[in-house]
């Protein structure tokens, strides 16, 4: 049943996106970030034309004629850029689409867009697989489902730029995070460096991503009642990998500039817009302001482009449910609870970018849906018992009594891990 259930999914999904494929053609995509497609494939005529060591790698992203109506090209009089180069956000996804050019063709960006749909795919079939480690197989695959359901991931699948890789990224990075806290398995050095490496991708594509990525484990690890010494580690691993990603993008700024001083005030005039505005307003007026706009992204039934009324729902059922069974849920509810204020954090740290760019930063929220879901998932009527040392605390916790096997296994087959 369970590989039923993921099978029908993935085929679904494959059928959605290759409808969106044939609708779209050599177009910008009606659904994802047509601003940013536009720069991206702009920037790929330039790469495969001049090369991708020009300018630093840094993207030209209002080179050529194609799509002059959309993207940089219609503010690049307000805003002009130096030589035409974008120095401010990580360049993997212009650089990626620069690559498509090269070996696919400028005229099959149909093509282009298999790329993401395919890596996206992937990404939930491995979700199911390392899901289905720590919880039985029908639930890992309903719980997939889910987490596949929300419109987001239907309308940016296909993008050229960051969402269509920055979310089948994320997907694989929470299901593991799950997987290897649930499991009470030792976080040991080849898990801290894949960590590392996923925070590095991140970095290379985008920054709005910084805290979720940096600071998911601190709720999985709540919910997986796993000590904090642990998710610190595991935090410090992604974060440093997102640094350092950022850390060779400001070199990249600084080899095109040429001088350290010159690459700084660009980050830092850039880094005052994205938090003030261009208009003098209050911080505390900036943070409202995106706070409601977040609300009516998030929470209204009636528009919710990005998780549909999947987020407010399943946020609600889970509130209700465990806090009828407080005295077993407390760490049910603080998970949720951080989970939500990690994901306000770039809304409070860049509120005037937070406002202006709700279709790209809404999708940070997908964090706090996550571990709302994994939640609920972990209380499904018949789920294994996941394998985490003996707890009488929280929602994932069994009787010292209880073997760690699957239901049908033989209780002498397993013993119950340790945390590290």
């Known amino acids: 049943m ?31 970030d047509r601003y940013s497609e536009a720069n991206a494939i702009r920037a790929a005529q330039h790469y495969a034309e001049h090369g991708f060591f020009v300018d630093a790698g ?35 996804p212009d650089l990626l689409c620069g690559l498509f050019e090269k070996t696919l063709g400028k005229d099959h960006r149909q093509r282009w867009r298999l790329v993401p749909v395919t890596l996206s795919l992937a990404a939930t079939l491995a979700a199911f697989l390392v899901l289905r480690r720590v919880l039985l197989p029908v639930v890992a695959a309903l719980l997939v489902v889910a987490l596949s359901v929300i419109p987001a991931l239907a309308t940016h699948m296909h993008c050229l730029h960051y969402e269509g890789y920055g979310h089948a990224l994320f997907v694989v990075h929470l299901a593991l995070l799950a997987a290897w806290l649930f499991s009470g398995e030792a976080v040991d050095n080849r898990k801290l460096w894949s960590l590392f490496a996923i925070g590095a991708l ?7 991503y910084f805290f979720v990525v940096a600071l998911a484990p601190f709720p999985i690890a709540l919910l997986a009642d796993r000590d904090r010494r642990t998710a610190a580690r595991m935090a410090a691993a992604s974060a440093l990998g997102f640094v350092i990603a950022h850390a060779l993008h400001f070199l990249q700024v600084v080899a095109f500039y ?8 660009d980050f830092g005039s850039r880094a005052q817009y994205r938090f003030a505005g261009a208009e003098p307003t209050s911080y505390g007026q900036l943070v409202l302001r995106a706070l409601d706009k977040y609300a009516d992204q998030l ?13 407010p729902i399943f946020t609600a059922a889970a509130l209700i449910l465990f806090t009828v069974r407080l005295s077993r849920s407390k760490r049910a509810l603080g998970a949720i609870f951080l ?19 709700t279709h790209i930063v809404a999708r940070i ?5 996550f571990v709302v879901v994994l939640s609920l998932a972990s ?39 340790t945390s590290p």
Request: aromatic letters at 12%; glycine letters at 8%; proline letters at 11%.
């Open 2 to 32: 369970a590989a039923f259930i993921a099978a029908f999914l993935l085929l679904w999904l494959l059928l959605a996106q290759l409808t969106y494929l044939q609708t779209i053609g050599e177009n910008l995509s009606p659904t994802a």
């Open 58 to 92: 840094l993207p030209h992203i209002t080179y050529g004629d194609r799509f002059p109506g959309d993207g940089w090209t219609v503010d690049a009089k307000k805003y002009p850029l130096p030589r035409g180069v974008y120095t401010r956000y990580p360049p993997l």
């Open 202 to 208: 991140h970095g290379f594509m985008s920054f709005e």
């Open 258 to 265: 040429g001088s350290v001083r010159a690459a700084l005030a």
């Open 299 to 311: 929470w209204s039934l009636q528009r919710a482009p990005h998780f549909g009324p999947y987020l």
């Open 339 to 357: 989970a939500h204020g990690v994901c306000v954090l770039w809304l409070l740290a860049m509120p005037a970018h937070a406002a202006i760019h």
């Open 365 to 369: 929220f997908y964090l706090a849906y």
């Open 379 to 417: 209380c499904a009527p018949g789920r294994s018992e996941i394998a985490a040392r003996p707890s009488s605390t929280g929602p994932l916790s069994r009787s010292s009594s209880e073997p760690s096997s699957r239901p049908g296994s033989s209780p002498s087959s397993t013993t119950p891990s």
